[in-house]
């Protein structure tokens, strides 16, 4: 899809965004990923809230890289996992309407214990083509 994505960039399997592990949930949802097309680059990886320290290529097993002195491995590599938007790919509906991405439950006066039902845009267009 041409549509924005959620792109998280990891080197040694640590995310270069939060500097925590590369499938490691972030605290207090703090974004893990950039916007494809909107982030026009990434200079390093975040040492701690507000410290960017630039990319260098080291040398594995002298504990010179960001993953051997975080995570004790020594793997290397830069991991970049691509996510499309959910705009582009599912539904969501409740009481039978199609909801808008860009509202929260409360703005659509959706209350707590209210099923909200995700679908995949291509099974329903398979279903549809049959």
């Known amino acids: 899809s041409a549509g924005p994505c959620a792109i998280k960039i990891s080197v040694g399997g640590i995310n270069a965004i939060t500097g925590y592990g590369q499938n490691q949930e972030t605290p207090n949802g703090l974004q893990d ?3 494809g097309g909107r ?3 990434l200079d390093g990886i975040a040492t701690q809230p507000g410290v960017i ?3 260098v290529a080291m040398k594995l097993g002298h504990r010179y890289t960001i993953e051997e002195q975080l995570s004790n491995t020594a793997n290397g ?3 970049v996992d691509v996510f499309p938007s959910l705009e582009e790919v599912v539904v969501f509906e409740c009481h039978g309407y199609q909801l808008p991405l860009d509202k929260s439950p409360q703005d659509l006066n959706i209350n707590r214990g209210e099923t909200i039902s995700m679908t995949s845009k291509f099974v329903l267009f398979w279903l549809v083509s049959l």
């Open 33 to 35: 990923y950039v916007v």
């Open 39 to 41: 982030q026009p680059w």
């Open 53 to 55: 320290r630039q990319f």
């Open 77 to 79: 590599g830069i991991q």
